[in-house]
């Protein structure tokens, strides 16, 4: 299976800013990346969908000036969590797939807005 | 719609038992079916996956058989072992508008195995 990495493994900032996390495909061609988030003990809840190139498609719920999300090359997607404020605090997992149905997922980024 | 209805956890056993979490779905068509395992502060592991009825998906010691009849395709080990201790998901994928696979998950079993 694809080797998917995320970074940061963990960041805290502080209410206000805005916080990027990476995912990246190491070793696969990624034609479609997902978001989701995970809260504690919880599903995981899908965000937004990615195609390399084209703008991310997001689910019903999900604020897409709050989440966005950038798919810019087969190997890299970023999200970016802007004016975070402490309810936006959770486990953000990316995952990938090369247009099959098997998703490869990142070990995931915690994040705390104090 | 498309939905996996999962055994409620939380599953404590003792190591070297026999473990089963259930399965069921409902889904339009014919989706491929998998088990995912999470393991404390990561992201999830494909552990098996089956495509078609019948298929028997196994990795690690671990079983699923694709049962169209009862709609279910239930996680099973002979002998669990303390470091299978996790969250294990099941999931089903759909194709969403034609164009991406989508997977719905169900709400995820903990177990916990015991020396």
């Known amino acids: 299976g694809a080797v998917v990495s995320q970074h940061p493994s963990w960041v805290i900032c502080k209410s206000g800013t805005s916080v990027k996390i990476e995912c990246r495909s190491l070793d696969f061609q990624a034609t479609t990346m997902f978001w989701y988030r995970q809260f504690p003990k919880q599903s995981l809840m899908l965000m937004a969908t990615?195609?390399?190139?084209?703008?991310?498609?997001?689910e019903q719920g999900v604020e897409k000036d709050k989440f966005l999300i950038n798919h810019a090359s087969l190997t890299l997607s970023t999200l970016t969590v802007t004016s975070a404020h402490p309810e936006d605090s959770s486990f953000y997992i990316c995952?990938?797939?090369?247009?099959?149905?098997?998703?490869?997922f990142g070990p995931g980024t915690r994040l705390l807005v104090l | 719609g498309n939905s996996v209805t999962q055994m409620e956890g939380p599953v404590t056993l003792s190591e070297e038992a026999f473990l089963t979490i259930n399965c069921t779905y409902t889904a339009t068509g014919y989706p491929s079916l998998f088990w995912y395992v999470q393991y404390p502060g990561e992201g999830l592991q494909l552990l098996l996956k089956a495509t078609k009825a019948d298929d028997k998906g196994s990795n690690k010691g671990f079983e699923a058989t694709y049962r169209k009849e009862t709609t279910s395709f239930h996680l099973e080990k002979g002998s669990v072992q303390v470091s299978d201790s996790a969250v294990y998901f099941c999931?089903?994928?759909?194709?969403?508008?034609?164009?991406?696979?989508?997977?719905?998950f169900g709400k995820g079993t903990l177990l916990t195995v015991n020396p």
């Open positions: 999931a089903l994928s759909w194709l969403s508008g034609g164009s991406n696979y989508k997977l719905t």
């Open positions: 990615s195609n390399e190139g084209s703008k991310a498609t997001y």
């Open positions: 995952s990938v797939t090369g247009g099959r149905e098997t998703q490869y």
